[in-house]
């Protein structure tokens, strides 16, 4: 069973930034395909990030690539995302979640365990 545990949302204005963290239990982390979703009210969960076992290879959805960048230190159990240049549109509840396949995906269902969430409201 794996815990994922979300940190850093909060509130801030259009073109700050703020970076999520997601602290992960076990002991295989560095074998787990850790990303980030987001779902905005009333709309379904989207994915925003991905990054690969290592760390070495992320994907973005083309609405955050540029402005986000996700990162995994299999050291701290750890995976971030950095947001900057953030705007009203990235409201949302930004979630971790984690997958034992090393096979990248962007489809909600292919992951198995998921955070809490943590919010992230940018006012304009």
Not at 42 to 52: D, M, W
Not at 93 to 100: D, E, G, K, P, S
Not at 106 to 119: H, K, L, R
Request: contains cysteine; proline residues 2%.
């Amino acid at each position: 069973q794996v815990q994922l545990v979300e940190s850093g949302g909060g509130s801030v204005q259009a073109g700050g930034s703020l970076r999520l963290s997601c602290a992960a239990s076990g002991r295989t982390f560095s074998r787990y395909l850790m990303a980030w979703f987001r779902q905005a009210p009333g709309k379904e969960r989207e994915f925003v990030a991905v990054a690969s076992w290592s760390g070495g290879s992320t994907h973005y959805a083309d609405s955050v690539k540029g402005r986000f960048t996700i990162s995994k230190d299999n050291a701290k159990n750890t995976v971030y995302l950095q947001m900057n240049d953030l705007k009203p549109e990235d409201t949302a509840v930004y979630y971790c979640a984690a997958r034992i396949s090393p096979t990248g995906t962007v489809i909600i269902s292919n992951y198995d365990y998921w955070g809490q969430g943590t919010q992230v409201t940018v006012s304009s």
